[in-house]
């Protein structure tokens, strides 16, 4: 029987995690978000695991391959250990209907807003859901965290440009950095 004891915070990739360079997987452009480095460090002190839940369609796309986006995770990884912190894995989609690549161009569980890519992290690393949040900067992000049964909350910093609103896709809480996203999910 196994033991779910792990709590964490999903965290989307690009206009969250990072600054938003679209497709990129040069690792002399990663540059962090506004406040990403204390609010990881708050995570740290509080017991949470830190896992990046990422739509990577630049690989059905043929932009890139996975062997280059995992280069791009271990600068990250490099980087946030110059600071003394870390994310604690790496969970991508790299599917898209309109994709180039056969093996890649499909419908998906993975792809958010569906909550593939959490929940299947969640039964690999014991993670309990309903402890656990997931932060983004656009709804896609939230209506994945809502379905896999998350607290949720959306960092309003420009990413999200439809505002397609349902259920489902209202945060519940928007902020506006990320420091100000962990404080609300360390203090809850």
């Not at 600054?19 to 949470?48: A, C, H, Q, T, W």
């Not at 309109?98 to 993975?110: F, H, L, N, R």
Request: net charge negative; charged share 25%; aromatic share 10%.
């Amino acid at each position: 029987m196994k033991v779910i004891i792990m709590k964490a915070v999903f965290i989307d990739k690009d206009g969250t995690l990072l600054k938003n360079v679209p497709f990129n997987v040069d690792p002399l452009l990663v540059s962090f978000e506004k406040n990403v480095i204390d609010g990881l460090k708050m995570f740290d002190r509080y017991g949470y695991k830190k896992i990046i839940i990422s739509n990577q369609p630049g690989i059905a796309f043929g932009y890139f391959d996975e062997p280059a986006l995992d280069t791009l995770n271990n600068k990250i990884n490099l980087l946030l250990a110059e600071q003394n912190t870390n994310i604690d894995s790496f969970y991508y989609c790299p599917h898209s209907p309109a994709g180039q690549i056969p093996q890649y161009a499909m419908e998906c569980k993975c792809r958010k807003p569906l909550p593939g890519l959490i929940q299947k992290a969640a039964h690999e690393l014991n993670i309990e859901l309903k402890n656990s949040w997931m932060v983004g900067d656009i709804l896609n992000d939230i209506e994945a965290g809502k379905s896999a049964g998350c607290s949720t909350i959306l960092i309003d910093n420009g990413g999200e440009t439809e505002w397609l609103v349902s259920k489902r896709r209202i945060p519940d809480y928007i902020v506006e950095d990320f420091l100000e996203a962990a404080m609300i999910i360390c203090n809850e």
